[in-house]
């Protein structure tokens, strides 16, 4: 074979095996993966990106359901089938097949990927140009990516503390939830995080502002703490699937309730609204997507 593609047992040209959508590998990248390189069908350090591969997945809480004696001589069985004397030989396992939710689902098991390809010597002798680029990983919170698995973990640990959702903090700063903007009530003052790169700018978070201009709320968008939190008179989540939706502990700690009827104005205001646009025949669609 010129590639070899294989997908728990399935094995094909790297084009032609296909995945379930529902492998978390697409929603969420809940997975790990190694590479390595073959040459004369033998993988280069193979013990080493095993050990790391199964480090990896259990630091992510997944459980092989292959031995490390398995894998390597399925991998070796694998670099036989292509007809390359050098290969790059990829491996991933991910989750499993379930349908889309952040935290860990139930009832599935690993889902284990090869990809086999020629490989190319480098020619290591060359010299090579390269530039500096700031370290801006996990602070791309404003970008709706799909490399969501600190958004995942910190769901399955609230999901474990039997909570909706988990709220996250930077030093003091209570930036977002693991699936939804975080907002409190405070002295009749509605604060939500600023809109930068910590937060998704959540289209709720959008039109809670909105409606907080129309009923004569006033908006504080500077960050608030984790003290500030705590003492809220009302702690919200808003998101797409959830709307807006009130707190009523936090860390088992009772917490707000202090501000029932401007919270149930806000709330009123988000589900009338929602209701009026998606009246059916509402507005021509061209209309509402202008
Ligand atoms: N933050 C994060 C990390 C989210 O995943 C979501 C839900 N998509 C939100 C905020 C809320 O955004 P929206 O109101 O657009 O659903």
Known sequence: METLGYYNGDIGLLDEVRIPMNDRACWFGDGVYEAAISADYTIFALEEHIHRFFNSAALLQMVPEITKTQLAELLYTLVHKVDSPTQSVYWQMTRGTAPRTHAFPEHTSP???????????????????????????????????????????????????????????????????????VHIFQDGVFRTAPRDNLI???????????????????????PFTR????????????????????????????????????????QDAFLDAFRRLTRAGSMPIRERCA
């Not at 973990?153 to 939804?180: D, M």
């Open 111 to 181: 889902n284990l990927w090869v990809m086999i390809k020629p490989f190319t010597m480098p020619d290591i002798y060359q010299k090579v140009q390269l530039i500096t680029v700031e370290d801006t990983r996990f602070f791309h919170c404003n970008i709706k990516t799909l490399n969501l698995l600190p958004n995942v973990l910190a769901s399955e640990k609230a999901k474990q503390a039997g909570c909706a959702e988990a709220v996250f903090y930077r030093g003091n700063r209570i930036t977002e939830g693991s699936h939804s903007n």
């Open 200 to 222: 998704l700018p959540g289209i709720s978070r959008a039109h809670l502002i909105t409606h907080c201009g129309e009923l004569g709320i006033p908006v504080d968008e500077t």
């Open 227 to 266: 003290e500030e939190l705590f003492a809220a008179d009302e702690i919200m989540i808003s998101s797409t699937s959830t709307f807006c939706m009130s707190a009523s502990h936090l860390n088992g700690c009772k917490v707000g309730g202090r501000a029932p009827e401007l919270l149930r104005q806000l």
